[in-house]
């Protein structure tokens, strides 16, 4: 197990699918205020997501220095970096606009 996890984690092209995949939720909530599946109907549970999510984002933009990712990118498309920038820059912007009452709590959750 532990060593396919390490196979999807070295696989820029797993990253960039697992990144855009989550953009695409978060614009889906942008625009409807809810995701597809039973635990996107709940604000709440959405809301739990969502500061998952930016952990997640946080922690590879930080910990991964764009010029690591772009020594060993032979990929074509966007970098992985970029796309958690603009996942941070669109959640923020979301719990600003969808949770304004809860902004504290999804500061102190990062």
């Given at each position: 197990r532990e060593e396919c996890l390490s196979v999807l984690r070295s696989s820029g092209d797993f990253l960039r699918y697992?990144?855009?995949?989550?953009?695409q939720k978060i614009q889906q909530l942008e625009?409807?205020?809810?995701?597809?599946?039973?635990?996107?109907?709940?604000?709440?549970?959405?809301f739990r997501h969502l500061c998952d999510i930016t952990s997640v984002l946080m922690w590879r933009y930080t910990n991964v220095p764009s010029?690591?990712?772009?020594?060993?990118?032979?990929?074509?498309?966007?970098?992985?970096?970029?796309?958690?920038?603009e996942g941070l820059l669109r959640v923020f912007t979301t719990v600003l606009q969808r949770y304004p009452t809860r902004m504290s709590n999804f500061l102190s959750s990062l």
């Open positions: 697992s990144v855009s995949v989550a953009l625009e409807t205020g809810h995701t597809d599946g039973p635990e996107g109907q709940s604000p709440d549970k959405t010029t690591v990712e772009d020594a060993g990118k032979k990929e074509k498309g966007q970098s992985v970096s970029l796309l958690c920038l």
